[in-house]
């Protein structure tokens, strides 16, 4: 069927043309609150307007559209448009969904039953076969016949008679053969016998492969070829000075199609992405990172399981896809948006996602060589031993790929976007796997009993906490909870000369770290520092806690940083 699509961009007017095209969209997108399907179909143009998105930037409309909307946007679509919107959802991974795409080709009857009917007879043939065939029964009239039927069975040419036995979409199958036969009675009839020779697993299996060709343009390629997005590469294997090289479509191409607006717009906030993608003055640069980070966005959807597919999902992969950009570009250009743009001019945004989640792959790869020879790991402790929101932290490090803790409810793990996020949990994991050199090391001064460690309430802090009391207590022996008493006496002990509150304890610290830190040998310098930091900080944490606490209102039940047995 010949493309209702047309484009007519004619010499040096062809960037200042296709400008124009996607400000439609993008001034509908931009309106506070408002709804851009309203704003595109209130248009003068709307056909124009609608014809002139790509394939992609149609999809997610249709993803948005209400039920009023839905038929006045598939009356105005290209083909190409409702091909692609068929090759994303008529499929569950490599079968055709019978009910989804009878579903879809009632909604394409009653939007343009004409172009239902052509699109059947030169580019659906297949598909349309595959799903009338095992719902039909058909009865050849052959000249003088006489034949008694029930009243199930119908005919437009008085020879073929059918019978839709798939009752739940009887009225959508008989309305779809009206059509065909309302247009071309002789290709109907030729469609319709042509049923009986389909063998459905094979028509499948070809359509399939038809349709992977299709989205593989666009990025949505097999799994095991897409899962390459997730590859890293080293930041040194970007370009920053070089000329780019590389262009999807060449300049002055009539035919090229037209750059989604939709993912790269779900892009919008602050970040050094935004700002160096805001500095980008050419048009045919604009337009190549547009066609390139809608492909990158559907490559990851590949990668992950391309499952069925709605607004949230294209926010979420747009995210990702910013997100390690954002990484990259931070990593290797600090806060030079001018540079960062150079980089993203000069090197196929995959890469340098690609080094942006390296970065993050690399942490994950450290952590997880850490918790397999760690302490707490070999004692069978949860993340949750290292109290919050540390151990959160720790829980998004072992993820695969790592996910940032925001802390929030509605969110309570994402994509790291971040260098700062990278550097922030980086320092967190240090923190853990100092503490844990620490506790290897109580653990041999006093074991610890399972029934201790397996209590919810007890934390890395109240251990370590707990142990240098004992020590500072001179108790050498028993087990390692205090009494009420002792717990009593340590509190009073730390602030000898101190009136009342607030408690400074000054000196203790210095006490604090060197205690704890006399017995241990970490492996290296950095670990022995590590350690020193980490203790500063768990002493900080510790005073804040109780320097408005007097020593008589302790209560084992909330004493965070010291374990206290029942009476």
């Known amino acids: ?85 068929l090759d994303l959802e008529i499929w569950d991974r490599d079968r055709v969904d019978r009910n989804r795409s009878l579903h879809w080709l009632q909604l394409f009857s009653e939007a343009d039953p004409e172009g239902l009917a052509w699109w059947i007879f030169y580019e659906g043939q297949q598909i349309a076969r595959f799903l009338l065939q095992g719902n039909l029964e058909m009865i050849i009239r052959e000249p003088d016949e006489e034949l008694e039927l029930t009243d199930e069975f119908f005919s437009f040419d008085d020879t073929l008679y059918l019978r839709v036995t798939d009752q739940e979409h009887r009225k959508t199958i008989e309305g779809m053969i009206e059509i065909m036969y309302r247009e071309d009675d002789i290709m109907a009839r030729s469609l319709l016998q042509e049923i009986v020779s389909v063998v459905p697993s094979e028509v499948e299996e070809e359509q399939y492969r038809l349709r992977a060709n299709r989205i593989s343009e666009l990025g949505f390629l097999p799994f095991e070829e897409a899962a390459a997005v997730f590859s890293p ?102 806060q030079d948006p001018q540079r960062a743009r150079r980089l993203m001019e000069n090197n196929p945004l995959e890469h340098i996602f690609r080094v942006g989640f390296g970065l993050a792959l690399t942490l994950n790869d450290t952590v997880m060589t850490w918790i397999d020879e760690s302490w707490f790991r070999s004692r069978g402790l949860p993340a949750s031993f290292w109290g919050e929101p540390a151990g959160m932290i720790l829980s998004g490090l072992l993820k695969r ?70 020590g500072t207590l001179g108790r050498k022996e028993g087990a390692l909870e205090l009494s009420i008493a002792e717990a009593h006496e340590f509190m009073e002990l730390l602030r000898t000369g101190e009136p009342g509150p607030p408690f400074a304890m000054p000196g203790r610290e210095e006490r604090f770290i060197r205690d704890l830190t006399g017995g241990v040998r970490p492996p290296d310098a950095a670990r022995s520092e590590d350690m020193r930091h980490s203790l500063s900080l768990l002493w900080k944490e510790f005073s804040e806690e109780y320097k408005w606490v007097p020593a008589s209102a302790l209560d084992r039940r909330f004493a965070r940083f010291l374990l206290i047995r029942k009476a």
């Open 1 to 85: 069927m010949p493309s209702r699509r047309s484009h007519t961009h004619t010499g040096g007017n062809e960037e200042k043309s296709r400008e124009h095209d996607s400000l439609p969209l993008l001034r509908a997108l931009d309106i506070a609150g408002g709804d851009p399907l309203a704003v595109i179909l209130e248009a003068e143009n709307p056909r124009d307007i609608v014809q002139s998105l790509s394939e992609q930037d149609f999809f997610w409309l249709m993803k948005k559209a209400t039920g009023d909307e839905v038929l006045p946007l598939l009356t105005l679509a290209s083909s190409e448009q409702k091909q692609y919107l």
């Open 233 to 334: 590469l080293e930041p040194l294997s970007l370009r920053e000075d070089e000329t780019s090289s590389f262009h999807p479509y060449a300049s002055g191409e009539d035919d090229r199609p037209a750059p989604p607006v939709i993912p790269l717009h779900q892009m919008k906030g602050t970040s050094l992405l935004a700002d160096s993608l805001a500095g980008i003055g050419d048009p045919q640069q604009f337009d190549r990172i547009r066609f390139e980070f809608a492909g990158l966005c559907n490559r990851i959807t590949a990668a992950e399981g391309l499952s069925r597919l709605d607004f949230d999902t294209l926010g979420e992969k747009c995210r990702k896809a910013g997100g390690y950009l954002n990484i990259a570009v931070e990593s290797i250009c600090g």
């Open 401 to 470: 790929p790592p996910r940032h803790f925001t802390g929030r409810e509605d969110t309570e793990y994402r994509d790291f976007e971040q260098v700062s996020e990278l550097e922030a949990a980086a320092a967190v994991f240090r923190h853990l796997r100092a503490m844990d050199d620490l506790l290897r090391k109580i653990d041999e001064t006093i074991p610890h009993s399972v029934e201790l460690l397996e209590s919810e309430t007890v934390t890395a802090p109240g251990i370590i906490f707990t142990f240098w009391a004992r």
